[in-house]
C-alpha cells in the first residue's frame, strides 16, 4: 500500500474562477505635490511666460541686427557720396619749365576754369562731369593752348587742370593791329609792339591784305617755321634781322638785315628756307671777297640762284 496518496481534486467552483484580473489591486499610497500653474486662471490661450523669453530675446536681436546694417549701409553711402564729388575749384597745372611762356597769368586761367566748373551742376561730381567738354571751352577761349586736359583725382575732391601753351613765334602787323601768332600760325592775342618787343618776338609786317581773326589761322604753319628758320640761319653768320615784310605780290617774303642798305628777297612758295639762307649767304661771301655790296636787294627766290641789284 503506497504512503503517497493522490490528493483529490476539489470541485471547481464558481468563486475558485474568478480571473486574477478581477481581484482588486492595492492602491498606490497617495504622494500630493503643490505645481503653481504660471498661467492667469481665468483664461487659456496665453503663452507662459518662460516661453514668451526666447520670442522677446530674438525680436530685439532681430532690430538691433537690422539697425546695425543700416548705419553700416548709411555710411557706406555717405563715403561714396563723399568721394565722388567734386570742387568747382580746379587746381591749373602748367605744362612748361616757365610761366612766360603763357600770354596770360594763371590767375586769367584759373577764374575762367573756375566759371566753367561752376556752370553746371553736373560738374559737381566725378560721374557725370563733362571733362571734354571743359577742355574744348578753354582752348577756345585763349587760343594760345595747344591743350587743355582735365584730370579726377581718386580720392581727393580738387580736379587737376593740365594746360600746355602754344609757343608764341611770331608779331604780324596788320593795317589795324598787331597779333601774336603761335608757331602753329594761329592768331593767339591781339597785342601792342611793345609787349612782342618784351617777348623778343620778330616783327612781320603785312602789306598783303590778310584778314586777321583770333584764334583763326593768320599764317600756316610752314610759313611761320620758314620765318623762323630764316632768321635762325642769318644770325649764326651774325646777319641781325631788322625788318620783316610779306609784300603785296605772292608767297614772297623781304627780308632787311641791320646795318645793310639792301634786303633779302625769300620764296615762302618753295618751303626750304635752309636753302636759301644758304645761297644768300654763299653770295655775300663771294661779293664781299670782291668788294660788292648790292644797293637794292638779293633775290634769292630761284632754287639754286641768286640775284642782286
Request: aromatic residues 8%; charged residues 20%.
Amino acid at each position: 500500500m503506497s504512503i503517497f496518496r493522490k490528493k483529490k481534486k476539489l470541485p471547481t467552483t464558481a468563486r475558485q474562477r474568478l480571473q486574477r484580473s478581477d481581484i482588486p489591486r492595492a492602491r498606490p499610497s497617495f504622494s500630493y505635490r503643490s505645481s503653481r500653474s504660471q498661467e492667469p486662471l481665468n483664461t487659456g490661450r496665453q503663452l507662459n511666460r518662460e516661453a514668451l523669453r526666447p520670442a522677446v530675446h530674438r525680436f530685439k536681436r532681430f532690430w538691433i541686427q537690422r539697425f546695425g546694417l543700416g548705419l553700416l549701409l548709411l555710411a557706406l553711402i555717405v563715403s561714396v557720396v563723399n568721394a565722388l564729388t567734386l570742387s568747382t575749384n580746379p587746381q591749373i597745372v602748367p605744362l612748361t619749365k616757365t610761366t612766360n611762356d603763357f600770354l596770360h597769368s594763371q590767375a586769367t586761367y584759373q577764374d575762367a576754369a573756375d566759371k566753367l566748373f561752376a556752370s553746371s551742376v553736373w560738374n559737381r561730381n566725378k560721374i557725370t562731369v563733362d571733362t571734354g567738354h571743359v577742355s574744348k571751352q578753354l582752348v577756345a577761349q585763349f587760343p594760345e593752348l595747344a591743350s587743355a586736359s582735365v584730370t579726377l583725382p581718386l580720392a581727393a575732391h580738387r580736379p587737376i587742370v593740365y594746360i600746355q601753351p602754344v609757343q608764341a613765334a611770331v608779331a604780324l602787323k596788320t593795317s589795324d593791329n598787331l597779333y601774336i601768332l603761335g608757331d602753329n600760325g594761329k592768331a593767339l592775342l591781339a597785342e601792342s609792339e611793345a609787349f612782342a618787343t618784351d617777348r623778343s618776338l620778330p616783327i612781320v609786317t603785312d602789306q598783303s591784305g590778310l584778314q586777321v581773326r583770333l584764334g583763326r589761322q593768320a599764317l600756316t604753319t610752314a610759313d611761320v617755321s620758314f620765318i623762323q628758320t630764316v632768321i635762325a640761319q642769318l644770325a649764326a653768320k651774325q646777319y641781325v634781322v631788322s625788318n620783316l615784310t610779306l609784300p603785296a605780290t605772292t608767297r614772297e617774303l623781304d627780308v632787311s638785315v641791320d646795318g645793310k642798305p639792301y634786303s633779302v628777297k625769300f620764296n615762302l612758295q618753295s618751303g626750304d628756307a635752309r636753302q636759301q639762307a644758304g645761297t644768300f649767304l654763299a653770295t655775300m661771301n663771294r661779293l664781299q671777297s670782291e668788294h660788292v655790296t648790292p644797293a637794292q636787294y638779293v633775290d634769292v627766290r630761284v632754287d639754286g640762284r641768286a640775284y642782286y641789284k
